[in-house]
């Protein structure tokens, strides 16, 4: 059975940081690109972060240079770093993994920016 389980949600005052993980099972996780996306109230799901199965990422624009996204094969685990955290970051974040014949989604994460 597929899964993808996201942690590390939650509320943070602008300007802070949060690392959420998506761990996953049930397929061969180093043969799937990861990505974390993320979508706010009202509006359309959009890519976050993106990591291919040979380390290769790629970032949208407002989140360069604050967001690192990263796997780690033998735990089956990517990582989203999110620094520098503004309000606009305010989200459900979801983990997807992608093989172009099969995609998988994970059940999101909140995250919260606020003072």
């Known amino acids: 059975q597929v899964q993808l389980v996201e942690s590390g949600g939650g509320l943070v005052q602008p300007g802070g940081s949060l690392r959420l993980s998506c761990a996953a099972s049930?397929?061969?996780?180093?043969?799937?690109?990861m990505s974390w996306y993320r979508q706010a109230p009202g509006k359309e799901r959009e890519l976050v972060a993106a990591?291919?199965?040979?380390?290769?990422?790629n970032y949208a624009h407002s989140v360069k240079g604050r967001f690192t996204i990263s796997r780690d094969n033998p735990k089956k685990t990517v990582y989203l770093q999110m620094n520098s955290l503004k309000p606009e970051d305010t989200a459900v974040y979801v983990c997807?993994?992608?093989?172009?014949?099969?995609?998988?989604w994970g059940q999101g994460t909140q995250v919260t920016v606020s003072s």
């Open positions: 997807n993994a992608d093989q172009r014949v099969n995609t998988y």
């Open positions: 049930g397929f061969t996780f180093s043969n799937y690109a």
């Open positions: 990591i291919t199965r040979y380390g290769l990422t």
